[in-house]
């Protein structure tokens, strides 16, 4: 069985501050991780993916994440918080040989100017 | 490229009513994936088709849900007879060999 734990419903951070959303997550086999951005009445947008190599992953909008295998955890981390950044953040993974991908609750982030 | 389609973007109709969704994934996918979405129980995977075959439809709720995937660029998700608690929007995501998966805009099912 695979899960994933966002633990903070809802992050509030002011422009310009350093925004992290967390994940922790759990996976019999090696993890996929991914982000997700959702805007109001949105689909899905893909953010960023770890699957090997280098824990630090950078991605869209100027968000990175971090791996972090002894942890199990996958932070989402942006330096400089953006108004424009205000939205519902999900993490998700997969076990590197299946398909079926496990969401998070989901997280919203509200940047105040 | 104009990335996952999905009509319509708003649904409302009467308990008892036949529902489609219709989705066109994003050109060249070989993966599709309909997932619906409430605030309740967050985002829930109905079904996955891979190279327009059905593989896992374990997530379908009752057999008042249905889908088909014709062909590699479009696949409908039918619900038969529909009822209030089928209220939710759904998504249809298509990913290139189990990749990242690319979402649509949605739609949002009303049902009174």
């Known amino acids: 069985a695979q899960s994933v734990a966002q633990p903070e419903d809802q992050v509030n951070v002011a422009e310009g501050n350093p925004l992290t959303v967390k994940c922790t997550y759990s996976v019999s086999g090696n993890p996929y991780l991914f982000w997700y951005v959702q805007y109001p009445n949105r689909g899905l947008q893909f953010l960023l993916k770890y699957i090997t190599g280098d824990n630090l992953v950078k991605g869209s909008y100027g968000f990175e994440a971090e791996f972090n295998k002894s942890q199990t955890s996958f932070h989402l981390k942006k330096p400089s918080a953006l108004v424009s950044d205000s939205a519902l953040y999900f993490c998700a993974v997969r076990v590197s040989n299946d398909y079926k991908l496990s969401f998070g609750a989901g997280t919203t982030v509200t940047v105040r100017a | 490229d104009a990335g996952v389609i999905q009509s319509p973007r708003h649904e409302v109709t009467e308990m008892g009513q036949e529902v489609t969704l219709r989705c066109k994934p994003i050109s060249g996918h070989n993966s599709l994936f309909w997932y619906r979405q409430t605030m309740m129980r967050g985002l829930e995977l109905l079904i996955y088709f891979n190279n327009n075959v059905p593989i896992d439809d374990s997530g379908m709720p009752e057999d008042r849900f249905s889908a088909k995937m014709p062909n590699a660029s479009f696949s409908t998700l039918k619900i038969q007879p529909s009822e209030p608690r089928d209220s939710a929007v759904y998504f249809c995501?298509?990913?290139?060999?189990?990749?990242?998966?690319?979402f649509g805009p949605g739609t949002r099912l009303t049902v009174l």
């Open positions: 995501a298509s990913s290139l060999n189990n990749n990242e998966q690319f």
